[in-house]
């Protein structure tokens, strides 16, 4: 059994990868949320390999955010990488929600995603 948060969100986030496993047709979106932070990349496991990544530090995106709550700079955040995903030609991928549950800013990530065309 595990013994705290961080410790059940790990056993259930190996659980998940046992399930989930990027190709080169279908890559992972993996989400990592912190305490003032978002972040998302989209990986090829097979490959070994991040296609790309967005997260609310970066400089291009950041102008975006100022002002917004957390759950809708998740948002932004989901749209941004399904933009940076359509450059490279990549239209369908499996979500990775490395853990957490499926609420809040995780499911503020895959709505915007989804909005800006990203299918899963």
């Known amino acids: 059994m595990a013994k705290t948060k961080q410790e059940a969100r790990e056993k259930r986030k190996m ?3 046992d399930r989930v496993h990027g190709t080169s047709e279908r890559p992972r979106l993996a989400v990592f949320r912190s305490a003032k932070h978002i972040y ?3 990986i090829d496991d097979s490959k070994h390999q ?3 990544a967005v997260s609310t530090l970066d400089e291009a995106i950041v102008p975006q955010l100022g002002g917004k709550k ?3 700079k998740a948002a932004t955040i989901g749209a941004a990488i399904a933009a940076k995903c359509k450059e490279k030609g990549i239209e369908k991928v499996a979500l ?3 853990g957490y549950i499926y609420h809040g ?3 503020a990530v895959a709505d915007g995603a989804r909005k800006a065309g990203l299918k899963f």
């Open 15 to 17: 659980s998940t990868r």
């Open 96 to 98: 990775d929600r490395n």
């Open 105 to 107: 800013r995780v499911a």
């Open 40 to 42: 998302a990349q989209v």
């Open 70 to 72: 957390k759950k809708d």
């Open 50 to 52: 991040t296609l790309c």
